[in-house]
């Protein structure tokens, strides 16, 4: 793994502890607010991550990062505890991304400053890192974007992602080894990166 991903990856495991979103999510149910703020600090990135790797426009984004949260508020009670609060929420937000592509009718390419945006959680990242990352995931298809964001950024499970994605686990599986070879392929091709 490239070692932005991999710090990235260490982030995300303590931010995103199942045992710890659980109690969250159960804080929520209960209608805690300083349960929502805590479970927004925690997954805010993995969840805006998501939709924007889905809508490519960073508005867009944060408007269903804010409804995503909106949502999980509203039906915490119908929230059933099996030690995936990240991908109960990771499914609002990206049913509310497909919503909005179905309003908006196409996909926008996403621009420079709106990848830079991503919110990449870790203190060691540097902005060069943030480049050298905006450069290569430049490289990747929408879907090897969204399984390396989702693994790196929001620590899921090739399971978990291929669950979420609808797609079969070998193909997540390999559309990931793939991402990884060819941002491989992109640092050492490119000295400028």
Avoid: C
């Avoid at 960073?58 to 804010?66: M, Y």
């Avoid at 060069?128 to 989702?150: F, K, N, P, T």
């Amino acid at each position: 793994m490239l070692p932005i991903l991999a710090t990235m990856a260490e982030n995300s495991q303590v931010l995103l502890n199942p045992q710890e979103l659980e109690k969250l999510m159960v804080g929520l149910a209960a209608g805690d607010r300083d349960s929502l703020a805590a479970l927004y600090h925690r997954t805010r990135a993995a969840v805006y991550g998501l939709a924007l790797s889905y809508l490519k426009n960073g508005h867009d984004a944060q408007d269903v990062t804010q409804e995503t949260f909106v949502r999980a508020w509203e039906k915490a009670g119908q929230y059933r505890a099996q030690g995936k609060p990240l991908g109960w929420l990771l499914a609002i937000a990206r049913n509310l991304s497909l919503m909005k592509l179905r309003e908006r009718g196409k996909i926008h390419d996403l621009s420079e400053d709106q990848w830079e945006n991503l919110a990449i959680e870790s203190s060691e990242a540097t902005q060069e890192d943030r480049q050298i990352l905006l450069a290569v995931m430049g490289q990747l298809s929408d879907q090897e974007r969204q399984i390396v964001m989702l693994h790196a950024v929001a620590g899921m499970r090739h399971r978990e992602i291929a669950s979420l994605l609808e797609i079969p686990l070998s193909t997540a599986l390999s559309k990931y080894h793939r991402a990884l070879k060819k941002m491989k392929t992109a640092l050492k091709g490119d000295e400028t990166l």
